[in-house]
């Protein structure tokens, strides 16, 4: 093959690694294990474009190094394929969302597959697989049978939690429950009912049932996430979303805080990654007081941070959906209050909390006895309070609290001064404040002196404790939605029960529509016969209608990697102790606080139960940046079918118009190309400058609106799917945003080209020597090797692309086709290009896979140098060069120079009234 061809090049490869199952992984225990992960994409319909193989290219990177080096690599892919969009499509079409989801996942791998990934296909994971979804089917049933005991600080297994209730009830119990679990003895509990005693351990289980405030979507017919809301409408499909109370699975994720916390010092996470978990699980400690409500039993209870600025309390504030404020509200106020309800429903809980803008509540008409001054406030309704974080209510502190403050000069509330000198801030610092002021028994105390005060008064008169609290709330565990993992649960009686472990999986049913029934029930309602008879019984019950959320398939993955195709257990013990858990994990962060915490949460429960030997599953996780789109403009005169060259616009009257990207090549536009674009530009006229329609071009993200998507394919056909790897190296650092350009990309195109000239002659014949190395060819190579290892152990990918090129213009320049040096230099590059190196390894005579190549050894000795020059400067002029050893010291290199014959002849005998040497550069005398 005379030319570098990648249209041949990368296909033979690709074949040969699949059918020689080249990366298939197994346990081998004579090799040190690496575990490369990346986070699993959702198989949109749309494809791959170029930016979402950047974090694929840098972990394959490494994980191909790493086999070099004598590691045992893992190295897999799969597919989150539930999800919302394919049910969406399934909704709109009546086409089943399996169908659409096989269908892109099939174009996925291709894609995938083209660009020459050393991924592990034998491993690979669907999500929607009814032999994956069994076992995550299986994990559920495990958490439902756990309870946390903060004592033992794990889970422990339910069957241990009824035997202390057995034999002394629940006085000694120190657990994640519940709020309103009653205290029972040993007597009252072995007196209950089955379906009395499951209702109690349902108080308890790290899985329950509970009414729950949520972001339902009556359009779309499910229950939303925070992330899948914006602005109060869904994000998939812009449908309006209400928070309403339902009753709901969730995970106590709340009993893990603190271990959350904990186990992010002993990871290596971005820091700004970890500070979001942190703000996001947001540990406070505090105190909880109760509010009498006047004329009433009822009590409110709040959270405060602060207890030291009770005596500053003008208000308290409900969320709209605590229970209190129907009960609260009275006859006067309760038309006011049930609009104000519906109007806040309207909103989620994440624009309420980023608004800070909007000032709104309203009265209920009720007043609470403040407990440490007995004055009587009056209690509110504000959308800035959320019932699921706290107690759902708030003392209010005008004084010390922005939002508080705000709120009391709209309505024209009373604000009380209780700290000396203090700013309105929420973040208000209690050890930078000065002393307490109108607090009754608290004035002239510090801050810190007066919380203890404070707390101390509260629970010596009853009304109230220190605690911490958590802003980090249990997870909703369900959606009214059909494309997703059925729970194994079914209700005898309204009391839920797990199926048996041998019926799993419980298969996702047909449906005639993927829509909620006329009842108001999820899909899985309009199932026929959705029901389970337990073994030993002949009536049959109905299973849960609901599905998992899309995070649970996601929270688990990377253990069936190790063991995928394991029909007796999600993963045998031997291999998860051999891989252990993720080395390297790839991903965005915009999953800080979602998959990644969820994930986390999971492996503890697994670890606790002992299931798995990590508590961690991921020791380094790297966030990479985004590839932005390059977008292109064309000019067009208005009221005109006419377009204007870039450096012509301002001559006349113009608006700019997104051209698709793939018309423009070095912003030239194609003009045939473009007037068959749409067919109101068929008689498009142009205004060129020197023969040429330039486009204007920006920076923005990549989107089909914009017509700036690249697909990798394109890239791949033109260019070569090594170009296109070493190309999104080359971009930039991984972890920063960068914009997508091809007009650079010619360049890396050309590096192969001149990498693969150093195998062949003038005539184009593979021609290589056995001769020995110069020492120029040895001190470039193992230059190379140096910074190619450091860079891939530091993640510096794109430093490595700029020294391959260095080295090889070197090797170029020195006419180099040393088999020895040209040999190791591919085994250093094939991470990165791994099909043309392949081709070139074959070539020299190898008969295995250059995978399968030992890195080489960078030796120190090559990079000496045995002498420098020197320019002789004398009073700023060069009179002579110097060729000095390179280990000599400063005084010896000025006794050299002092001593040449030339340089003794412009001193003309008379010493020199200033010497400066500055090693391995030149040597400066003044006369």
Not at 118 to 144: G, H, L, N, R, S
Not at 518 to 543: H, I, Q, V
Not at 605 to 622: A, M, R, S, W, Y
Request: hydrophobic share 35%; net charge negative.
């Amino acid at each position: 093959m005379a030319d570098y061809n990648h249209k041949q090049i990368e296909p033979k490869w690709q074949q040969y690694w699949k059918s020689n199952e080249t990366f298939k992984a197994t346990v081998d225990k004579s090799k040190p294990k690496f575990y490369s992960l990346d986070m699993f994409p959702y198989p949109s319909g749309a494809g791959l474009h170029v930016g979402h193989p950047l974090g694929y290219i840098a972990s394959d990177i490494v994980s191909r190094h790493k086999r070099n080096k004598g590691f045992n690599v893992l190295h897999p892919m799969g597919f989150d394929a539930f999800g919302l969009p394919a049910e969406q499509y399934a909704i709109q079409t009546g086409q089943h969302p399996a169908i659409t989801t096989k269908e892109n996942i099939e174009r996925y791998k291709e894609q995938l597959e083209n660009i020459g990934f050393a991924f592990d296909w034998d491993k690979e994971v669907q999500t929607c697989d009814p032999q994956y979804y069994k076992w995550t089917q299986w994990i559920f049933m495990q958490i439902f049978n756990s309870w946390y005991d903060y004592d033992a600080a794990k889970a422990r297994t339910i069957d241990e939690l009824t035997a202390i209730f057995s034999e002394s009830g629940n006085a000694t119990v120190n657990a994640a429950c519940d709020e309103d679990v009653p205290s029972f003895t040993a007597e009252e509990w072995n007196a209950m009912s089955e379906e009395d005693q499951q209702s109690m351990l349902l108080k308890y289980r790290l899985t329950y049932l509970s009414e729950t405030a949520v972001n339902w979507c009556p359009e779309l017919g499910t229950v939303l996430s925070n992330d899948e809301v914006k602005d109060g409408f869904s994000e998939r499909g812009g449908f309006p979303v209400i928070r309403k109370n339902m009753k709901q699975w969730s995970m106590r994720i709340t009993a893990y805080a603190e271990r959350l916390l904990e186990g992010l010092d002993t990871i290596d996470w971005p820091e700004p990654l970890k500070e979001m978990q942190r703000n996001w699980i947001g540990k406070s400690k505090g105190a909880e007081v109760r509010f009498q409500v006047e004329n009433s039993d009822l009590e409110i209870e709040v959270f405060t941070t602060r207890i030291d600025t009770i005596f500053g309390v003008t208000f308290l504030s409900l969320a709209p959906e605590s229970d209190l404020t129907a009960q609260l509200t009275t006859p006067e106020q309760k038309e006011a209050v049930e609009a104000y309800v519906a109007q806040a429903a309207t909103r989620s809980e994440r624009d309420r909390m980023a608004d800070v803008k909007t000032i709104s509540g309203v009265f209920t008409g009720s007043y609470a006895i403040n407990p440490y001054n007995g004055e009587k406030v009056p209690v509110w309704v504000a959308d800035y309070v959320l019932a699921g974080y706290g107690t759902g209510a708030v003392m209010a502190v005008p004084c010390g609290d922005q939002r508080d403050y705000d709120f009391a000069k709209h309505f024209d509330l009373p604000i009380v001064p209780v700290i000396k000198d203090a700013d309105i801030s929420e973040q208000a610092d209690p050890t930078k404040e000065g002393e307490m002021i109108n607090s009754g028994f608290l004035d002239g105390l510090t801050c810190l002196e007066a919380i203890d005060k404070a707390i101390a008064f509260a629970e010596e008169k009853g009304v109230g404790k220190g605690k911490i609290n958590y802003r980090i709330r249990d997870a909703i565990f369900a959606r009214q939605r059909y494309w997703g993992e059925p729970v194994p649960v079914y209700f005898k009686n309204d009391t839920p029960y797990l199926v048996a472990e041998k019926d799993l999986p419980i298969i996702l049913p047909e449906v005639d529509k993927y829509l909620p029934t006329e009842d108001g029930d999820p899909p899985l309602g309009r199932a026929e016969n959705f029901t389970y008879t337990p073994e030993g019984e002949s009536e049959a019950y109905p299973l849960e209608m609901s599905t998992m959320p899309g995070w649970a398939g996601s929270s688990w993955y990377w253990y069936r990697y190790m063991d995928a195709h394991n029909e007796n257990a999600f993963i045998d013990k031997d291999v998860q102790e051999y891989w252990e858990n993720v080395d390297l994990y790839i991903g965005g962060s915009e999953h800080a606080t979602g998959h990644l915490l969820y994930s986390r949460f999971w492996n503890k429960t697994l670890f606790d139960l002992g299931h798995v030997n990590q508590e961690e599953p991921f020791k380094k996780l790297i966030n990479q940046g985004m590839i932005q789109g390059r977008s292109n403009f064309v000019y067009r005169v208005k009221g005109e079918n006419k377009f204007v060259s870039f450096g012509l616009r301002k001559e006349y009257d113009t608006t700019a118009m997104h051209v698709d990207v793939s018309l423009c090549r070095n912003d030239e536009l194609d003009l045939e190309g473009f007037k068959n674009w749409r067919p109101d530009l068929a008689d498009a006229e142009f205004i060129l400058e020197e023969g040429k329609y330039i486009c204007g071009w920006e920076v923005e993200k990549m989107s089909k609106s914009k017509y700036n998507v690249v697909n990798p394919d394109d890239i791949i056909e033109r260019y070569g799917a090594d170009t296109l790897r070493l190309y999104e190296m080359f971009l930039g650092p991984l972890e920063q945003f960068k914009p997508w350009n091809t007009n650079g990309i010619d360049g890396v195109r050309k590096f192969l080209g001149k990498l693969w000239r150093l195998f062949h002659n003038g005539q184009g014949e593979f021609e290589v020597s056995d001769a020995a190395p110069s020492k120029d060819e040895l001190k470039s190579l193992h230059k190379t090797i140096k910074k190619a290892e450091e860079d891939i152990e530091r993640y510096s990918f794109n430093t490595s692309v700029s020294t391959f090129m260095i080295c090889v213009n070197e090797l170029s320049a020195l006419k180099c086709n040393n088999r020895a040096v040209l040999q190791d230099l591919l085994v250093v590059i094939s991470p990165y290009a791994p099909h043309i190196t392949e081709e070139l390894w074959s070539l020299l005579g190898h008969e295995t896979s250059i995978v399968d190549a030992t890195y080489p050894e960078f030796k120190e000795e090559y990079l000496k140098e045995d002498d420098i020059e020197y320019p002789v400067m004398i009073n700023g002029k060069m009179r002579t060069k110097l060729q000095l050893s390179a280990d000599m010291s400063k005084a010896e290199i000025e006794a050299a120079a002092l001593a040449d014959e030339t340089v003794q002849k412009w001193l003309e005998g008379k010493p020199p009234k200033k010497v400066i040497v500055v090693p391995k550069k030149i040597v400066n005398l003044v006369v």
